[in-house]
C-alpha cells in the first residue's frame, strides 16, 4: 500500500490511523522505538530500506540503552523524515538542507510539547517519576513495568505525526 499515486484525504487519514495502531502494536510485542517507527513508515510509503531500520537498531533507549540522548522514538521519526526531505550524500557540499532541519524541528517541539522532552530519560522521568540504569535487568524490568504502554504511546504518536506530515508532502 505505497506509492505517490493520488490518495484522497480519506485513504490519507485513514494511513495516519493505521500507522497509529502498527507503531503501538509493534513497540509494544517488540520494543525498540525506532525500529517500530521505521518499519511502520516502510510499509505504509515505502522509502525507507531494511538497512535503515536495521542501522537504527542502536538508537533505543536514547541510544546503546543509556538514556542520556535523544528518545529512540523520535530519532525514529527524524530519519524517517529525512529519507524524503534530507540532503543526498551527492549533495554534501550544496549547503545545509535547511528544509529538513524546519520539519525536523516542528517535530522534536511538538514531541517536547506532548511529552515534556526529548531525551529517554525525560520521558523515564515524565512516565514513572524517575530515571532507571536500563542496563541492570532489574532496573530495566522495572521501567518496563512502570511504564505500562507510555513508550509505545509515544512511538505511536511520532509515527502517526510523521505519516501526515510525508502524506502532506506528496
Known amino acids: 500500500m505505497h506509492g ?12 495516519v490511523e493505521e500507522a497509529w495502531h502498527r507503531a503501538l502494536d ?8 525506532p525500529q ?9 510509503l515505502g522509502g525507507v530500506s531494511d538497512e535503515l531500520v536495521k542501522a537504527s537498531h542502536g538508537l ?9 540522548g ?4 523520535l530519532t525514529g521519526g527524524l530519519i524517517a523524515l529525512s529519507t524524503r526531505t534530507g540532503r543526498d550524500r551527492d ?21 517536547e510539547k506532548e511529552f515534556g522532552g526529548f531525551t529517554c530519560e525525560d520521558l523515564q522521568q515524565a512516565f514513572t517519576g524517575r530515571t532507571y540504569d536500563m542496563w541492570k535487568p532489574e532496573e530495566y524490568k522495572a521501567f518496563s513495568d512502570a511504564r ?3 513508550c509505545a504511546i509515544a512511538t505511536a504518536w511520532v ?4 505519516v501526515r506530515k510525508l502524506l502532506e508532502s506528496e
Do not use: D, P
Open 60 to 68: 533505543s533507549g536514547g541510544g546503546a540503552l543509556e538514556g542520556k
Open 70 to 73: 535523544t528518545c529512540g522514538a
Open 91 to 111: 549533495k554534501l557540499h550544496k549547503g545545509r538542507g535547511m528544509k529538513n532541519f524546519q520539519i525536523g524541528k516542528e517535530l522534536a517541539e511538538a514531541f
Open 159 to 162: 509515527t502517526k505525526w510523521v
Open 26 to 33: 509493534y513497540e509494544l510485542e517488540f520494543g525498540c522505538c
Open 4 to 15: 505517490k499515486a493520488e490518495r484522497s484525504l480519506t485513504e490519507k487519514e485513514a494511513l
Open 36 to 44: 517500530c517507527v521505521l518499519s511502520v513508515v516502510q510499509e505504509l
Open 148 to 150: 505500562g504502554s507510555k
